[in-house]
């Protein structure tokens, strides 16, 4: 099976300032995709980007981009720009191809004023 | 549209009942997740339906657990005999899984159910 691994339990960031979020897999799949969901205190999870492991190009979207580096197994994202409603606990998660979803034990991200 | 609905939002009970917890996915979407999380910890899988086939059930922790889908849509878990250690929250997602196994298919998430077991 497959594993993710959130090594940061908890975080912080200055606003306006930049933090990466890491995270490994385990995997011998070559095809999976990788995403990264926001958990904010109303325990809504929320989409943040996703990433397909045959596609290089790393994904943006707005002030949230990855760095995605496959031979290493290696999905961190980045915030830049931290706002204070960026604070939430993030999960990175996979899927394979045959639609199971394996989440990390996610990371605390906390943004000082 | 409407999203993941999950109710009760809140479910309090004494140990040894029963409880069901209801979710309803997005309109179309094929497949249905559940998953537990306990306090300031990650996702458990729980079991997964897809369309017709045969739901995964591996991750069911104990034959007190059990889940059924009906008509392709609602979704309901089953909890007999609740322990305190049951006490989470429980998390139901969708995905509509077009063009799989090669496209995105990414969750969408209902806003749990918080169980209480006293």
């Known amino acids: 099976a497959q594993t993710v691994t959130q090594s940061q339990p908890e975080m912080s960031v200055q606003e306006a300032e930049t933090v990466t979020l890491s995270c490994t897999y385990d995997t011998s799949e070559s095809d999976y995709y990788l995403f990264w969901y926001k958990q904010p205190p109303s325990r809504q999870m929320i989409l943040v980007i996703r990433?397909?492991?045959?596609?290089?190009q790393n994904a943006t979207e707005n002030r949230f981009s990855v760095n995605f580096q496959k031979a290493a197994k290696s999905f961190s994202l980045k915030i830049s720009d931290s706002q204070l409603g960026d604070a939430a606990m993030y999960f990175c998660?996979?899927?394979?191809?045959?639609?199971?979803?394996?989440f990390g034990t996610g990371t605390s991200l906390t943004v000082i004023p | 549209g409407a999203g993941v609905s999950q109710s009760p939002s809140n479910k309090v009970t004494e140990k040894g009942k029963d409880v069901e917890l209801r979710c309803d996915p997005i309109?179309?979407?094929?497949?249905l997740y559940w998953y537990r999380q306990s306090l300031g910890q990650g996702l458990e899988f729980l079991i997964y339906f897809q369309g017709n086939s045969a739901p995964d059930k591996s991750g069911l922790p104990s034959d007190r657990f059990s889940a059924e889908r009906t008509g392709g849509s609602v979704s309901t878990l089953t909890i007999q005999r609740t322990q305190q250690e049951d006490s989470a929250v429980y998390l139901c997602a969708s995905s509509l899984l077009a063009g799989a196994p090669y496209s995105y298919n990414e969750q969408f998430f209902g806003p749990g159910t918080r169980l209480t077991v006293l």
């Open positions: 990433q397909e492991a045959y596609k290089q």
């Open positions: 998660a996979y899927r394979n191809t045959g639609n199971q979803f394996y």
């Open positions: 309109s179309g979407h094929t497949a």
